[in-house]
């Protein structure tokens, strides 16, 4: 990335304004010597401003980066004295939003061990697997999970949050030394069809991937943002290092409720709030608080935005929304600001700086504006390949994204679903994705969601289930009039099934398996 964009970037949102000399000096000390994982990002935040508050729980309390950075290296130094955990480990880590969830993903960090962020929504047997496939040494884990950890193999040390506690107590203050290897982040994939996998997430190695995000996304040093997304997702532990990076004030809650969410926001004042996009769906169905709060930026990213969305969020909160398409494996792809969200609702927006994106048929060649291909993306953060040993299609450094798109002829980027989510019915391709966000369009929806299953004439057809409003009702042959009269006949949902709610996990996608459970039982 080259120089001038990266200091006009960090110039236009706060990071060079000078400081005093011995704490400037002492931030780049720490980056130099720790780089630039999460551990280091921790660093020479409490370098640079140890005085000023680094995350702030539910029930208000306020820990600096200063205390941060001891608790997190007293956890680091009771973990090796107590538990054994050496450079090289694998440290899973199951808790909801809190600082204990931090101060544990940065202690294994200090250690050179590996942090394994493990989704709050496993079932024991998910996580026994998980456990077993990523050799976890330890499992820091929530009180709440107690039950779900109980089976665990024996070799898996357990450490739950009094103990965890203890060990930050009974440990001694004092700066450690940088290990001997670089402790990495492996995020578990959403596992939406199957059980999930371990990806090997790169460590940063400048301020490269900060200011692709931050050029697009108009967050600033020393901001106040809420990270509403799971940190144990993709889309929360990014937000967590941007703020990191920027020395931002992170408010924390443990479980997402929409008119808490609204009070803290308010109550912190904060200019950013990072979610998923069901959180924007919850967010408009509680009467918005007055006076509104001073959001500058509403970041989201995860999943596709239904359609819609975009606009009924922004006419009440204001254009500040920002949609970020991306994946464990690609980090990010494109990004869509309020404008282009405005003229496009279900765009996922333009490639930043320095990222390459490139639509592509079966063969590996481009394909032109409009028509629909696979999508490949190339930037410096695309992840090392799967624990398991295994990796995606490469094409001439970028990576298939597993998705399929088009962009259109302003170079606007439309993501049609994943690739295995297509159907085949009749001979014609049919994108569910296209239905849903239709189908959402209806005053009397909630939440809308479309599978293809087995058909005995047509091999594949659609499905589509439903989760209405409070109180209203829907003919289900309404429904399919509304989609023919918008669609081809083979994109009618044969099937219209109204449920109570979509069943989805913990980063808000819908768990396309359940639905296929629910069709067949």
Known sequence: MDLPFVVATLTRRGLLTPGRPIRVAA??????????????????????????????????????YAELLDRSERLARGMRTALGVRPGDRVGVLCRNHPGLVESIVAATLLGADAVLVNTGL???QLAT??????????????????????????????????REELVVGSL????????????IIVLTSGTTGAPKGARRPTPNGFGPLVSIIDRIPLHARDTVMIAAPLFHTWGYAALQVCFALRATIVLHRRFDP???????????????????????????VPPPEPRP??????????ALPGGLAPRFMDVYGDVLHNLYGSTEVSWASIAGPAELRAAPTTAGRAPHGTRLQILDAAGEPV?????????????????????????????????????????????????????????SGGENVFPSEVEDLIARLPQVREAAVIGVPDPRYGQRLAAFLALHPGETLDPEAVREYVRHYLARFSVPRDVVFVKYLPRNATGKVLARELHRYYYS
Request: net charge negative.
């Open 27 to 64: 931030q780049l000390q720490a980056l130099r010597r720790w780089g630039w994982n999460i551990a280091g990002e921790l660093r020479q935040a409490a370098a640079r401003d140890p005085d000023r508050t680094a995350v702030v729980d539910e029930q208000g309390t306020r820990t600096t």
């Open 123 to 125: 079932s024991a047997a």
């Open 130 to 163: 998980v456990a077993e496939e990523q050799r976890l040494r330890v499992l820091v884990h929530d009180a709440e999970f107690v039950d779900r950890v109980a089976n665990l193999a024996a070799e898996v040390l357990r450490l739950d949050e009094r103990a």
């Open 173 to 184: 203050s004092g700066e450690l030394r940088p290990p001997g290897r670089d402790g990495r």
């Open 259 to 285: 008119a808490a969410t609204l009070a803290a926001l308010v109550a912190q004042r904060c200019d950013a709030l990072f979610a998923v996009p069901v959180m924007l769906q919850r967010l408009l169905e």
């Open 294 to 303: 001073p959001l500058k930026v509403v970041a989201v990213s995860g999943s």
């Open 368 to 424: 032109p504006p409009g028509r629909v291909g696979r999508i490949f993306v190339g930037n410096e953060m695309l992840f090392e390949g799967y624990t398991s040993g295994t990796t995606r299609e490469h094409r001439d450094g970028l990576l298939d994204t597993g998705d399929l798109g088009r962009l259109d002829a302003d170079g606007l980027l439309f993501v049609d679903g994943r690739a295995d989510d297509m159907i085949v």
